[in-house]
């Protein structure tokens, strides 16, 4: 059986980024796995701010190049300041409290590179369309990940063909869904799956000196990584306490409704969130709730609300109940309620959001928490490791969040950039077989990643506040958008 130099699990953006730096840097011999039946058209839009096209241009220049051609074109390169838009953020009276351009220039000059909105499926066509075809397998759904210590490789268990599950941790739901997720020992699922599988179920197995698991917030590897460790209580993301709610085309809208919001609201604007001012930090919730409105055709709307929200609580036929009951609960204005009532359900749809935190506080109840990795105080800060052996976790796998400060393609990345400049330098001093100079390369990912990753996780569920504390802003800015990838690339090779 062919020995791959590295096998990638997860064909999203930070999987394909993952392989496109490893190949720009001469590692050819590698594999991307997927468990999506055939690639096509899912997903949601994308912004990729930043510190997420530095990481991707450190990456690859000619990825970073076929990236920007995909995106949206009132973000692309070269727009005039006059007809980018604004994406606005206003109180529940309509004050303005802030303001995003989504000029691509204007961006440039404040953080040495753009911002750019596009579609999740073209970001990760674009990615893929740079890897020769036979590298990158759909419908190739990890099971199971075991390191042979006697061969020094890592064996990569899938099953083709086989019926996907609905994952409540990536996608948003339809219909009424249980998203509580049964504990069960992945070796029983195999076996499961095999035997009641009206389809044919095909077991494949593959072989690699390192495994990168680019898998998800739902991770398979990470499971199997903390199996049967003091760890595995965390192999699971554990529930944000907050959802979205999201409803398209709503079209029957009474003109003084659409006047009121227009004027209100939009302001001639495209999109807008509309959320509670208040200094967060004083607050006893962390993530007040949000509405994201948008119209771009006359007379319609669409809007994504994020709330916090029971998961019981997320059914089919209550999510308009849920809706109003939050933002009654948080003082939104009528006319904001009256676009809400006035939803179809079939054209309503929610999705839960999950977190795997990068360091958890004492608050949890933690089994063996003497054996646990703590930081250097008295308090115990577990730090679930992110990898074991000769398999390393990035993007969701390893820290997955909310999308509240659009950090998790652009954190991904930034994961990317780092182990891809690593695992490169292990190939080319021929280390890949050499446990010693792995655990090290995987401890410097860590290392330098962790303590970003807190950060941003922090700000993710606590937010800022925008309006009357501009230098906590400013600060947040500075430390993620405004970071210099090519010296850090330079460090890690001194």
Partial sequence: MHIYDVVIIGAGPVGLATANGLRDRGVENILVLDQTRAFRRVGQGVDILPNGLKALKCLSNQAYEEVIKTARTDTKPGNSSQSSPKWFFRDLQ???????????????????????????????????????????????????????????????????????????????????????????????????????????????????????????????????????????????????????????????????????????????????????????????????????????????????????????????????????????????????????RLSEPEKMQHRTYYIHRATLSDSLPFPNSANLHTDNNNSTNVQPPWYKDKVVLVGDAAHGMPPFAAQGVNQGLEDALIIAELVSKLAVSNKLNDENAIREAFEKYENIRRPVMEYVQKITMTGLNYSSNQQELEKYNQQIFARDFEQLVKNLNS
């Fill in 94 to 340: 309509g004050k303005q409290i802030r303001s995003i351009t989504l000029n691509f220039d204007e961006w440039v000059q404040n953080y040495s590179e753009g911002r750019i909105s596009v579609a999740w499926f073209d970001l990760q066509t674009a990615l893929r369309n740079l890897i020769p075809t036979e590298q990158v397998k759909a419908n190739h759904r990890c099971i199971d990940v075991a390191f042979d210590a006697d061969e020094k490789y890592v064996r990569v268990d899938c099953l083709s063909d086989s019926t996907t599950k609905n994952n409540p941790y990536a996608h948003w739901e339809s219909e009424r869904q249980n998203n509580r997720v049964q504990s069960q020992d992945i070796s029983n699922n195999i076996n499961q799956n095999i035997h009641q599988n009206t389809e044919p179920v095909e077991k494949k197995s593959f072989r690699a000196k390192l495994v990168i698991a680019a898998d998800g917030i739902n991770s398979t590897v990470r499971k199997v990584l903390y199996r049967d460790t003091n760890y595995q209580v965390f192999s699971r993301p554990e529930y944000s306490g907050y959802a979205a709610i999201i409803c398209s085309e709503i079209t029957n809208v009474p003109d003084e409704i659409q006047t009121e919001i227009r004027e209100k609201f939009l302001h001639n604007a495209p999109i807008v969130t509309i959320t509670q001012d208040k200094n967060l930090r004083e607050s006893d919730c962390e993530q007040p709730a949000r509405m994201i409105l948008l119209s771009r055709k006359s007379g319609q709307f669409t809007y994504v609300v994020h709330i916090p929200v029971d998961l019981n609580k997320l059914q089919e036929n209550y999510r308009i109940e849920v809706t109003l009951n939050e933002l009654e609960n948080s003082n939104f204005p009528e006319t904001i309620k009256q676009l809400v």
